[in-house]
């Protein structure tokens, strides 16, 4: 088949009507599905059910060293908790503070004690310098910048490249001493599954920004997300990284077991080194006693270490293999030929990131609702919604069965053509 | 036996000297127990063991309308836990929102969004209109005071009465638009056991403070915590008497499960009117997908109502009963001779709140902390730590079992007594 750019408008039109009639049979098929967020299916929340009894009312709810997890304190977890969490977050355990279920409360915590509150060094919190810039690399996650945007923070896009965020770009930013800050998903990025170089993380680490209270935010939510046993990225420690630098306060990470065990009812964790660290403490201590602790030991108990979480994992990876492949392989057959479009093949992560024909991801999205298929808005991937090239479509494989999910990616990739022959058209 | 100011000095050196030898005795017999915090005992935390097997492998993690706890979102709570909340707060079902494991939290992120974000129908956040005042009724709790200081407010105190805080005081305050809130423990307050009567409760719900960003924080951690079946307070519907006069945005209220099941593994939950509820929401919104749901079913499941809770209660009753007796009379057998202090009887809560004489109350927890026992800190029970009488001392008696308990009271009026007549003797 000709490339649709080759097309002449009487081929696009045939084209037209064509994909016209495969829409109009798909959208009378009666789809109802939401794909818009990443959210694991029944299937994948049963490979954890186990953890529900690794504590029970025979159990005593001690740790190791004694702590009584259904009493108060301490405040930054238990220590089998805060080890387990330091092997996902890549510190030492005494790096380490543990939270509730949600890795996005502790970012957004965090981010407003640097706020609100001097950090280690500094003289002024972020909120008595003026304007508040926040460096978010594009494609990326809507929830980021959704923190940012709402505490008034301007938001600067970078685009990331194969190997991570454009670090030339951020550099050139972060002389200006009003950015404070920045996100990155370092591993198996949110679209995009792009994990950060070990030189990358290197240059992280090396970056000397203006503002003496600027900070990475680092989410790693994806740390022991590989699709195939046999290649998978790797990254490398990060804060170990910024020690070897000097710049160990220029760097928080975050990961949780939302997408590990349960998302409604998991555990998160900060890492970062002693004086951040110290600043969290102080701070989180005016806040609460103590996070839920027996949750943080059933976490402990059920997968023991590392070892434990990656085997577990395996199971993860063999239940969602399948959903990639079936939405990779139909991109394949549907689209490879078009010439229009583009996605990328993540060896892990949540997700697929799709790039539309420019000015037409909005109006794909939109026939997709229309015929009962909700895919994350167009513009989600990029700050205040604004993808300016209107063509960054995030796929979240996750939630449908492999048949559904097949039906449904059909569909998307008729309304993506259909979208990008109506814009050609116009064009013409 | 004389009372202590009728005593010469004479009589005074006499009395000093037996209370020293006394107390060298109790000093040498090397008690070490730590009272500072309303902490309950391994008994305690055994009462709700059970609510572990609530949830375990072979349940479904479904809600009654089909919700997966395991899974992201709904963000305010499940249903079952919201209406057994709804209890906790007497607020109706839609009127609640249910967190994690920390009530003081969720007061923090409230208050942090009133700083930072603009209450319904009001034109700034507090955070754009200079300093920033909060009622703060005395003696209370010194984590709320801790959470209003932190953040830079100034504490305005009010002495509490035997029916509530002294709301003509209160009244005076709320006429300066830069008094925006109000602490408030309504029943069997922290750390004096008093329960707001109906007039008291009546006449907040008609305050009509000044600023239109004013909120009342109602901490309503002891909503069931009779300890005795034939006499309890009782308080009337906060929420309710607000929505009567017509002012249901001025009141927010907190409970949690942390003195019900586990202070490590509890939930808590807001009760808010509608547009507070929709702010308290917006704002929660970007801040986390939704907290732990599993443990909302645990307890939903585990109490099934108000009734289960109550009945579940008179086992803490049964245990904390013999402790509160303990301090009661161990006070009225050794101080209620000396005249010179003054302590409450609650019928509920999780303290006793002591009147050592003025000026006396740091030396004696002083003296206590030298012979092994840890009191909660004089003048924690005041804003800033600053009890300007230095009289107040809260007296936890959850923690350590009855013998351990009698010892140290004994121990705590040997230092009471002795800190009087050292003041006394230095007055003459």
Known sequence: MKKYTEMSAEELKDQKSALAIEYEKMKASGLKLDMSRGKPDANQLGISRGILDAVDSKTLTVTESGIECANYAPLDGIPEAKRLMAGLLMTEEDEVFVGGNSSLNLMHDVITFCLMFCLPGCEKPWIKQGEVKFICPVPGYDRHFAVTEHLGFTMLPVPMKSDGPDLDAAEELVKDPSVKGMWCVPKYSNPQGITCSDGVIKRFAAMKPAACDFRFFFDNAYAVHDLYDDKKDELIPILAEFKKQGRENNAFIFSS????????GGVSAIGAAKENMDFI???????????DKINQLRHARYFKDMNGIKQHMKKHAAAMRPKFDTVINTFQSELSDTGIVSWNKPLGGYFISFDAMPGTAKRAVAMCKAAGLTITAAGATHPYGNDPEDKTIRIAPSLPGVEELEKAVKLFC?????????????NK
Chains 1, 2 share one sequence.
């Open 414 to 426: 008729v309304a993506v053509k259909l979208a990008a022959v109506e814009k050609l058209l116009g």
């Open 281 to 291: 403490k102080k701070h989180m201590s005016k806040m609460t006693i103590g996070y």
């Open 257 to 264: 077991t939302s997408k590990i065990t349960f998302p409604g």
